[in-house]
């Protein structure tokens, strides 16, 4: 039997990778991906989820991942649910504790280690970030990475335009773009324009 996923994140791009990845593997289902954590409680129900996958920041604005999560575990304390997040606010971990939530982790862990994480809990165990929170890691950028960032960014190209042009298969422009927004700690395309004008790497270090 394969565990029923309910999958919850406001990046389109996060989704739908998230969803792809798992639904490859031999023991997750997909039965419901959402931008809105307002219908996730509707999706488990719908759907007798085993376990879900949340952003803490969702579409819906006043509802949030936090507060879903905590109104699923309360009228369907059997559902495993997982928070996620690529902001490293204290307070976050907190609100997740007391709405017994079962795992928490940051998006700028690897896929194959959120998906770990998932299997962990699925086995009973909890999953916390340590005390030290992540940073972005500026440096870790490779020169492909970051050409890859200012084609999303300055030239707005699709994956699949990105990957005639660097002669990459689409797949491969979506694992970069992934490991970009793990690397700068981003969760959008949106705040990774807004971290590139921060820190000046709009330009190439010979243009700017």
């Given amino acids: 039997m394969k565990w029923r996923i309910v999958i919850v994140d406001n990046d389109n791009f996060l989704l739908e990778l998230l969803c792809d ?30 376990v879900v996958l949340m952003d803490i920041s969702t579409d819906d604005g006043k509802f949030g991942g936090i507060r879903s999560g905590a109104i699923i575990k309360r009228v369907l304390p059997h559902i495993k649910v997982i928070l996620i997040t690529g902001l490293p606010e204290v307070g976050y971990i907190q ?3 007391d709405g017994k939530i079962d795992s928490f982790l940051y998006k700028t862990d690897t896929i194959e280690n959120l998906y770990h994480a998932v299997e962990e809990t699925m086995q009973g165990k909890h999953i916390w970030p340590e005390e030290n929170l992540p940073t972005s890691d500026l440096s870790a950028l490779s020169e492909r990475e970051l050409e890859i960032a200012r084609m999303i960014c300055c030239q707005c190209l699709s994956r699949r335009e990105i990957a005639d042009i660097l002669q990459l298969s689409p797949n491969s422009v979506k694992t970069y773009t992934h490991r970009i927004y793990n690397k700068v700690n ?7 324009m807004k971290y590139m004008l921060v820190n000046d790497l709009i330009l190439p270090d010979d243009e700017s």
Avoid at 22 to 31: C, G, L, T
Avoid at 186 to 192: A, D, H, K, M, Q
């Fill in 21 to 50: 990845y798992f639904e490859a593997s031999k023991k997750y289902h997909v039965v419901g991906c959402t931008a809105n954590a307002q219908e996730a409680f509707a999706l488990c129900c719908n759907h007798f989820a085993h």
């Fill in 95 to 97: 609100q997740a504790k």
């Fill in 186 to 192: 981003v969760n959008s395309s949106r705040e990774l």
